[in-house]
Nanobody
């Protein structure tokens, strides 16, 4: 069955960095777009970054553009999120998701399936 396992979260100071990983299994990883979403307490889950199956295309939420970088290693079936210049408002539970086949958008929650359990990122001094 499909499994997505996020890791790499933790406590970081404002301006610091963290690198999240999402290990995927149970499907042909190299054939599917992937994305990161996040959910802060009391808020809805929101799009963070997307990467196409062949790494040809990436998209970012305006709030993280220029600070976060999404990447993937198809041979290791893992997607990464490098987070630099962290801000307190980046504090959230971060999830990776597998994009549905023929999904019309890259940033709508409804166009993704098979979420992991999430990894907590806390940015605080």
């Amino acid at each position: 069955q499909v499994q997505l396992v996020e890791s790499g979260g933790g406590l970081a100071q404002p301006g610091g960095s963290l690198r999240l990983s999402c290990a995927a299994s149970g499907f042909t990883f190299s054939h599917h777009d992937m994305a990161w979403f996040r959910q802060a307490p009391g808020r809805e889950r929101e799009f963070v970054a997307h990467i196409s199956w062949d790494w040809d295309t990436t998209h970012y939420a305006d709030s993280v553009k220029g600070r976060f970088t999404i990447s993937r290693n198809n041979s290791e079936t893992t997607v990464f999120l490098q987070m630099d210049k962290l801000k307190p408002e980046d504090t959230a539970l971060y999830y990776c998701g597998k994009r549905k086949d023929f999904a019309p958008t890259f940033n709508a929650i409804r166009d993704y399936e098979y979420w992991g359990q999430g990894t907590q990122v806390t940015v605080s001094s």
